[in-house]
């Protein structure tokens, strides 16, 4: 589980720092993004293999009504992903979708992989995005005005999510477990 953790805090490290140190951050100009970048892949990465490796204790098993629960929270995820990027009307509501879509995943996973590495894994990004969402709501201030959004954004943002559900469903049921139990 050394990995995952490895993974977990070189994640957030990459993630965090324009927000904790903006002039160490500004420093790097372009070559900044990069960093970032390669940071975040090569966490992907550690957290990828730790996490295939991982033993730990089961605190409990998935069930079917679990599963049920986790594709809907997964469908709600993918939404607020997509709607993100489309502004729809659920960014009235919810100032950080992207970050939002993140903490549903983790509890989604959480929730129908009950063993310790995944509780570690999913929660540490779950917590990371919580983190994320407070220093920018802190840097940021007062959230501006809400707009009225098109239904074109409402509709593409559906088909996007189902899209997007099925294939990563497709490629779940080909690499890990699948999704449907």
């Given at each position: 589980m050394t990995l995952i953790i490895l993974g977990l805090v070189l994640w957030t490290c990459v993630h965090?720092?324009?927000?904790?140190v903006p002039d160490h951050r500004a420093g790097f100009g372009a070559h900044g993004a990069g960093i970032v970048a390669a940071g975040a892949v090569i966490a992907i990465i550690l957290m990828a293999i730790g996490y295939r490796g991982a033993e730990g204790v089961v605190l409990w098993d998935r069930t079917s009504?679990?599963?049920?629960?986790?594709?809907?929270?997964?469908?709600?995820?993918?939404?607020?992903?997509?709607?993100?990027?489309?502004?729809?009307?659920?960014?009235?509501f919810i100032r950080h979708p992207q970050l939002t879509a993140v903490i549903v995943w983790s509890g989604a996973h959480v929730l129908v992989n009950g063993d310790t590495p995944s509780v570690l894994l999913f929660g540490g990004m779950a917590l990371w995005a919580a983190l994320e969402i407070v220093l920018i709501n802190g840097i940021q201030g007062a959230r501006t005005p809400y707009h009225a959004v098109p239904i074109k954004k409402e509709v593409t943002a559906i088909i996007a999510t189902i899209v997007v559900f099925i294939v990563v469903a497709l490629i779940h049921m080909v690499v890990g477990p699948s999704p449907f139990g």
């Open positions: 965090v720092w324009k927000r904790v009504g679990l599963t049920g629960i986790n594709n809907l929270l997964m469908l709600f995820a993918f939404y607020l992903f997509a709607a993100s990027g489309a502004k729809t009307a659920i960014t009235k």
